[in-house]
């Protein structure tokens, strides 16, 4: 029987654990939603196993060369393997008994790298296997122990996997027993415990992987719920009262935000404009976004009040969003008096383009944001309106948007867009503003922000007939 006829049955069994590591890898980083990574790590495992099964191999040494014939690379895959391995029980146990799991996988990283680094400043590779023998025991000891007693949620697949670890376990603690001479026979059931434990950890790599992918899906799904029915709560199919132009632009930086905004007309006197941000992100800040689109339709009567929105908001809201909080500005723009009112709960005050004399300025500031404070009562400001005037509100998102170097959008050259944009209309400006921060971000359209942005903007035009909210008066872009 030749060298190659003997050998075959080593290569076969390394070359298919190296294969079921790869496809684990390669599963897992396509699954980039993932944040289970039992997967991987026990593609990894597999992988340097295989790789170390192949390099023991004669044959092998022959076909590949280097860095099979590298005499170190056989210890670097040997102190290299126990770190997927333990991270992998980690992900599966948790912290284990006294962050035990935890710190066996940091000191299996201190331990490789210094392992590696001695050996390579030693006359030959692992030259101190008494030392690598000890140190595995004693994990072996902490994982058999964390196994065993950890509390944990009972399903069949993980009383059966305790088995196979306990007997996995069981076969590496005789072995490096028997490499301490402290067992007297030399028989070594290496291979024979790694098969089995192979067996274990793709069961419980698999069921986790999976598992999660259906929770995640589910969560998609309820996700996908929640951004319609945010969506639906925005306003659409609005007619402005005559002399206004609205556009509004609303980009949120998940799937669901904490930006909100609502727009009710109040039929012969003017418009009521709510515009909010909600601190956090996600489905928390949508729902209280939600709770906001509420509270603001049962101020329908007091439109034309905003200070007294605002405290009834605040009010409504006590009680009802925890540790959260909102900031919001309301304004009450009266087109047959010629004037804004206005009131603010911490949010950016507005700025106000005068087109007849060309300048920008802010609304005034004041107010404390909605949620955390009760009894607030908040006070209205007043500004007249001309023809041409122009409104512009917005949530922080616009301002703290970041460049690829870092550093925000701001004030400054959002005033500035708005001064070299000033002929556009409401529409125009709104979209031209957008594509500009996404250029200015570096990124695409659809990450160009790092917060939820709302973008409002109202125009004071003497046309009499009102079309749709968010079309074009003057001409298109």
């Known amino acids: 029987m030749t060298t190659l006829e003997m050998d075959f049955g080593g290569i076969a069994a390394g070359l298919f654990l190296s294969s079921v ?4 890898i390669v599963i897992s980083l396509f699954r980039p939603r993932s944040k289970d990574f039992s997967l991987l790590n026990f593609g990894l495992f597999c992988s340097l196993n295989g790789i170390r099964w192949l390099v023991e191999i004669p044959t092998m040494k022959t076909l590949v060369g280097f860095p099979f014939t590298f005499p170190y690379f056989h210890g670097l895959l040997t102190y290299a393997l126990v770190i997927p391995f333990s991270a992998f029980l980690v992900g599966i146990f948790g912290r284990g008994l006294y962050d035990s799991m935890l710190w066996v996988f940091r000191s299996t990283i201190v331990y490789a790298v210094a392992a590696i680094a001695s050996d390579l400043y030693s006359p ?11 140190v595995i025991v004693l994990w072996c000891l902490v994982w058999i122990v964390n196994i065993l007693f950890i509390k944990r949620q009972r399903h069949i697949e993980l009383r059966v996997l305790r088995i196979v670890f306990l007997t996995t376990l069981a076969y590496t603690a005789i072995d490096n027993l028997i490499n301490l001479r402290v067992l007297p026979w030399g028989v070594n059931f290496e291979h024979a415990g790694f098969l089995v434990l192979c067996i274990g950890l793709g069961y419980v790599a698999a069921h986790h992987f999976f598992s999660t992918e259906r929770k995640l899906l589910a969560i998609e799904q309820e996700i996908e719920i929640a951004r319609r029915i945010q969506h639906s709560n925005l306003p659409g199919n609005l007619r ?13 930086m998940s799937t669901v935000a904490g930006d909100f905004y609502d727009i009710r007309i109040k039929e012969q006197s003017g418009v009521g404009i709510l515009i909010a941000d909600v601190s956090g992100h996600g489905v928390g800040a949508a ?3 939600s709770m906001l689109k509420v509270a603001f339709a049962s101020q329908a009567e007091c439109l034309a009040n905003p200070a007294r929105v605002l405290t009834e908001i605040n009010r ?16 009450f723009i009266d087109i047959a008096n010629g004037r804004v009112l206005y009131a603010n709960a911490g949010h950016p005050p507005p700025l106000l383009w005068r087109s007849s004399k060309k300048e920008l300025s802010r609304f005034p500031l004041g107010g404390t944001i909605l ?20 409104i512009i509100l917005y949530t922080d998102g616009i301002i703290e948007t970041r460049s690829r170097t870092g550093e925000f959008f701001g004030d400054d050259r959002l005033e500035a867009f708005i001064k070299g944009h000033s002929s556009d209309s409401a529409d125009c400006i709104a979209d031209k503003f957008i594509e500009h921060l996404s250029r200015w971000s570096g990124r695409s359209q659809e990450r160009a922000l790092d917060d939820d942005l709302t973008l409002i903007v109202v125009d004071v035009v003497a046309e009499p007939d009102a079309p749709e909210l968010g079309t074009t008066r003057k001409n298109a872009c």
């Open 21 to 24: 590591g790869l496809i684990s």
């Open 124 to 134: 030959e590779p692992l030259s101190d296997v008494s030392i690598t023998s000890t």
């Open 240 to 252: 402005s009262p005559s002399g206004l132009d609205v556009a509004a632009r609303y980009v949120p």
């Open 287 to 289: 729902l209280i976004g």
């Open 316 to 331: 409504i809201l006590q009680g009802k969003i925890e540790e959260s909080f909102v900031t919001a500005c309301s304004l």
């Open 371 to 390: 949620g955390p404070f009760p009894e607030l009562v908040y006070e209205n400001a007043t500004l007249d309106l001309e023809e041409d005037d122009r």
